[in-house]
Protein backbone atom coordinates (compact mmCIF):
# COMPACT_ATOMS: atom_id res chain seq x y z
CA UNK A 1 0.00 0.00 0.00
CA UNK A 2 3.17 2.59 0.72
CA UNK A 3 4.85 1.44 -2.06
CA UNK A 4 1.37 2.36 -3.99
CA UNK A 5 1.03 6.13 -2.41
CA UNK A 6 4.87 6.60 -3.37
CA UNK A 7 4.42 5.92 -6.64
CA UNK A 8 1.24 8.39 -7.35
CA UNK A 9 2.66 11.08 -5.22
CA UNK A 10 5.67 10.43 -8.03
CA UNK A 11 3.48 10.35 -10.47
CA UNK A 12 1.45 13.47 -9.01
CA UNK A 13 4.72 15.79 -8.61
CA UNK A 14 5.39 14.39 -12.14
CA UNK A 15 2.04 15.72 -13.50
CA UNK A 16 2.33 19.05 -11.70
CA UNK A 17 5.68 19.99 -13.12
CA UNK A 18 4.71 19.18 -16.64
CA UNK A 19 1.51 20.88 -16.55
CA UNK A 20 4.03 24.17 -14.86
CA UNK A 21 5.99 23.91 -17.71
CA UNK A 22 3.10 23.64 -20.29
CA UNK A 23 1.84 27.02 -18.67
CA UNK A 24 5.16 28.96 -18.83
CA UNK A 25 5.64 27.87 -22.53
CA UNK A 26 2.02 29.33 -23.27
CA UNK A 27 3.02 32.59 -21.33
CA UNK A 28 6.40 32.53 -23.48
CA UNK A 29 4.27 32.04 -26.76
CA UNK A 30 1.58 34.51 -25.80
CA UNK A 31 4.46 37.33 -24.96
CA UNK A 32 6.44 36.59 -27.90
CA UNK A 33 3.31 36.63 -30.05
CA UNK A 34 1.87 39.69 -28.57
CA UNK A 35 5.24 41.30 -28.55
CA UNK A 36 6.02 40.78 -32.18
CA UNK A 37 2.70 41.89 -33.54
CA UNK A 38 3.46 45.54 -31.59
CA UNK A 39 6.62 45.36 -33.44
CA UNK A 40 4.84 44.61 -36.79
CA UNK A 41 2.61 47.60 -36.38
CA UNK A 42 5.16 49.92 -35.66
CA UNK A 43 7.61 48.97 -38.98
CA UNK A 44 4.25 49.62 -40.72
CA UNK A 45 2.99 52.89 -38.93
CA UNK A 46 6.33 54.25 -39.39
CA UNK A 47 6.65 53.26 -43.11
CA UNK A 48 6.98 49.88 -43.88
CA UNK A 49 10.28 49.98 -45.46
CA UNK A 50 13.10 47.25 -44.71
CA UNK A 51 11.03 44.46 -42.60
CA UNK A 52 13.50 45.00 -39.42
CA UNK A 53 10.95 42.99 -37.21
CA UNK A 54 12.53 39.91 -38.87
CA UNK A 55 15.71 40.30 -36.65
CA UNK A 56 13.44 39.26 -33.21
CA UNK A 57 11.09 37.52 -35.04
CA UNK A 58 13.56 35.10 -35.65
CA UNK A 59 15.97 35.57 -33.55
CA UNK A 60 13.37 35.00 -30.46
CA UNK A 61 11.61 32.53 -32.18
CA UNK A 62 14.65 30.16 -31.78
CA UNK A 63 13.79 29.85 -27.84
CA UNK A 64 10.30 29.75 -28.16
CA UNK A 65 10.64 26.83 -30.67
CA UNK A 66 13.13 25.35 -27.87
CA UNK A 67 11.07 25.81 -25.28
CA UNK A 68 8.53 24.13 -26.93
CA UNK A 69 10.76 21.44 -27.96
CA UNK A 70 11.73 20.98 -23.85
CA UNK A 71 8.10 21.23 -22.79
CA UNK A 72 6.52 19.10 -25.36
CA UNK A 73 8.95 16.43 -25.96
CA UNK A 74 8.99 12.88 -24.08
CA UNK A 75 10.40 12.51 -21.27
CA UNK A 76 13.39 9.39 -20.90
CA UNK A 77 11.88 6.18 -20.60
CA UNK A 78 14.20 3.67 -18.85
CA UNK A 79 13.98 1.07 -22.07
CA UNK A 80 15.93 4.01 -23.51
CA UNK A 81 18.58 4.48 -20.56
CA UNK A 82 18.92 0.96 -20.68
CA UNK A 83 19.58 0.60 -24.41
CA UNK A 84 21.95 3.44 -24.53
CA UNK A 85 23.59 1.55 -21.31
CA UNK A 86 24.27 -1.47 -23.27
CA UNK A 87 25.22 0.57 -26.27
CA UNK A 88 27.94 2.00 -24.04
CA UNK A 89 29.15 -1.18 -22.82
CA UNK A 90 29.04 -2.68 -25.80
CA UNK A 91 31.58 0.27 -27.08
CA UNK A 92 33.86 -0.30 -24.68
CA UNK A 93 34.37 -3.76 -24.79
CA UNK A 94 34.80 -3.11 -28.69
CA UNK A 95 37.78 -1.18 -27.29
Do not use: C
Request: proline share 3%; hydrophobic share 50%; charged share 25%.
Amino acid sequence: MENETIRSDDLRGLARSRLVKRREFMAHLAAYVLVNVFLVAIWAFTGAGFFWPVFPIFGWGIGVFFHGWDTFSEPLSEDRIDQEVERLRRSAAAR
